[in-house]
């Protein structure tokens, strides 16, 4: 079984190149009753994460929910 690691430690000690990394990140934002975002801190705080790890040549899954559960 995969275990979770920190993003610098996936950097610094694999080679991540064309390999699967799935992100799990929480992308509940506010939304406004038209389907607005209404503050889209959250989405823009992971583009770097996602980003680094593109450069690096993984391919990125992203795993996440939108409300309640």
Do not use: W
Not at 22 to 49: E, H, K, M, S, Y
């Amino acid at each position: 079984m995969t275990v979770a690691r920190p993003l610098d430690d996936l950097l610094s000690q694999s080679d991540i190149q064309g390999k699967k990394v799935f992100v799990r990140a929480d992308l509940n934002v506010p939304v406004t009753p038209q389907g607005t975002i209404r503050d889209a801190t959250r989405l823009d705080r992971l583009l770097p994460t996602l980003k680094e790890l593109s450069d690096a040549g993984a391919r990125v899954g992203i795993l996440s929910h939108f409300g309640r559960p």
